[in-house]
Protein backbone atom coordinates (compact mmCIF):
# COMPACT_ATOMS: atom_id res chain seq x y z
CA UNK A 1 0.00 0.00 0.00
CA UNK A 2 1.43 3.40 -1.18
CA UNK A 3 2.62 5.55 1.97
CA UNK A 4 2.35 9.45 1.14
CA UNK A 5 4.67 12.11 2.54
CA UNK A 6 3.87 15.39 2.48
CA UNK A 7 6.28 18.23 2.65
CA UNK A 8 6.78 22.31 2.03
CA UNK A 9 4.66 24.10 4.49
CA UNK A 10 5.64 26.81 6.21
CA UNK A 11 4.68 30.45 7.01
CA UNK A 12 3.50 32.71 3.78
CA UNK A 13 1.90 36.09 3.93
CA UNK A 14 -1.48 36.78 2.21
CA UNK A 15 -1.24 37.19 -1.11
CA UNK A 16 2.02 34.85 -1.38
CA UNK A 17 2.61 31.35 -3.19
CA UNK A 18 4.06 27.99 -1.51
CA UNK A 19 3.86 24.87 -2.90
CA UNK A 20 3.66 21.60 -1.05
CA UNK A 21 4.51 17.96 -2.31
CA UNK A 22 3.69 14.51 -1.83
CA UNK A 23 5.90 11.68 -2.32
CA UNK A 24 5.69 8.00 -1.75
CA UNK A 25 7.38 5.13 0.06
CA UNK A 26 6.02 1.50 -0.97
CA UNK A 27 4.32 1.76 -4.37
CA UNK A 28 4.35 3.94 -7.29
CA UNK A 29 1.65 6.92 -7.08
CA UNK A 30 0.92 5.92 -10.45
CA UNK A 31 -1.55 3.71 -9.21
CA UNK A 32 -3.74 6.24 -7.96
CA UNK A 33 -5.94 9.19 -7.58
CA UNK A 34 -4.34 11.69 -5.55
CA UNK A 35 -6.24 14.36 -3.51
CA UNK A 36 -5.36 17.04 -1.24
CA UNK A 37 -6.83 17.45 1.94
CA UNK A 38 -6.74 20.53 4.70
CA UNK A 39 -8.09 20.95 7.88
CA UNK A 40 -7.68 23.99 9.74
CA UNK A 41 -8.70 23.82 13.86
CA UNK A 42 -11.96 22.89 14.97
CA UNK A 43 -13.10 22.05 11.63
CA UNK A 44 -13.87 19.42 9.88
CA UNK A 45 -11.42 17.66 7.15
CA UNK A 46 -12.25 19.41 3.80
CA UNK A 47 -11.54 18.81 0.01
CA UNK A 48 -8.77 20.70 -2.07
CA UNK A 49 -7.99 19.26 -5.05
CA UNK A 50 -7.72 15.72 -7.05
CA UNK A 51 -5.76 14.77 -9.86
CA UNK A 52 -5.89 11.15 -12.23
CA UNK A 53 -3.27 8.58 -12.43
CA UNK A 54 -2.25 10.18 -15.69
CA UNK A 55 -2.49 14.46 -14.85
CA UNK A 56 -5.05 14.70 -17.21
CA UNK A 57 -8.09 15.31 -14.94
CA UNK A 58 -7.88 17.56 -11.95
CA UNK A 59 -10.69 18.57 -9.71
CA UNK A 60 -11.38 21.48 -7.41
CA UNK A 61 -12.45 22.78 -4.44
CA UNK A 62 -14.89 26.54 -5.27
CA UNK A 63 -12.99 27.67 -2.39
CA UNK A 64 -9.51 27.25 -3.98
CA UNK A 65 -10.22 27.12 -7.61
CA UNK A 66 -7.80 29.55 -9.88
CA UNK A 67 -5.58 29.72 -7.22
CA UNK A 68 -4.01 26.17 -6.44
CA UNK A 69 -3.28 24.19 -9.08
CA UNK A 70 -2.65 20.23 -8.38
CA UNK A 71 0.05 18.28 -10.35
CA UNK A 72 1.92 15.19 -10.99
CA UNK A 73 5.64 13.78 -11.76
CA UNK A 74 4.65 9.81 -12.09
CA UNK A 75 8.30 9.70 -12.87
CA UNK A 76 9.36 11.20 -9.67
CA UNK A 77 6.47 9.62 -7.81
CA UNK A 78 5.46 13.29 -6.80
CA UNK A 79 2.55 15.07 -6.35
CA UNK A 80 2.32 18.45 -5.74
CA UNK A 81 -0.60 21.79 -4.73
CA UNK A 82 0.77 25.19 -5.55
CA UNK A 83 -0.95 27.65 -3.84
CA UNK A 84 -0.94 31.16 -5.37
CA UNK A 85 -3.01 34.29 -3.67
CA UNK A 86 -2.74 32.72 -0.72
CA UNK A 87 -5.30 33.87 2.24
CA UNK A 88 -5.59 33.26 5.76
CA UNK A 89 -8.73 31.27 5.48
CA UNK A 90 -6.29 28.74 3.74
CA UNK A 91 -4.63 28.27 6.93
CA UNK A 92 -4.57 24.44 8.06
CA UNK A 93 -2.69 21.46 8.02
CA UNK A 94 -2.59 19.92 4.78
CA UNK A 95 -2.81 16.31 3.70
CA UNK A 96 -1.94 14.53 0.99
CA UNK A 97 -4.45 11.10 0.42
CA UNK A 98 -4.34 8.34 -2.18
CA UNK A 99 -7.20 5.79 -3.59
CA UNK A 100 -7.30 3.51 -6.93
CA UNK A 101 -10.51 5.06 -8.63
CA UNK A 102 -11.50 8.08 -9.82
CA UNK A 103 -14.71 9.89 -10.57
CA UNK A 104 -17.74 10.59 -7.70
CA UNK A 105 -17.49 12.07 -4.97
CA UNK A 106 -13.78 12.93 -3.64
CA UNK A 107 -14.36 13.02 0.20
CA UNK A 108 -11.71 11.86 2.76
CA UNK A 109 -13.72 8.72 3.63
CA UNK A 110 -12.93 7.79 -0.01
CA UNK A 111 -9.44 8.05 0.10
CA UNK A 112 -7.60 5.06 1.76
CA UNK A 113 -3.83 6.00 2.34
CA UNK A 114 -3.42 9.25 3.67
CA UNK A 115 0.16 11.60 5.07
CA UNK A 116 0.69 13.11 8.15
CA UNK A 117 0.21 16.33 7.19
CA UNK A 118 2.34 19.97 6.35
CA UNK A 119 1.04 23.15 8.22
CA UNK A 120 0.65 25.56 6.03
CA UNK A 121 0.30 29.37 7.78
CA UNK A 122 -0.73 32.67 6.00
CA UNK A 123 -0.64 35.40 7.94
CA UNK A 124 -3.22 38.98 6.85
Known amino acids: QVQPVESGGGLVQAGGSLRVSCAAS????????MGWFRQAPGKEREFVAA????????YYADSVKGRFTISRDNAKNTVYLQMNSLKPEDTAVYYC?????????????????WGRGTQVTVSS
Open 97 to 113: AARTYAGGKYDPNTFGS
Open 26 to 33: GRTLSSYV
Open 51 to 58: IDWSGDGT
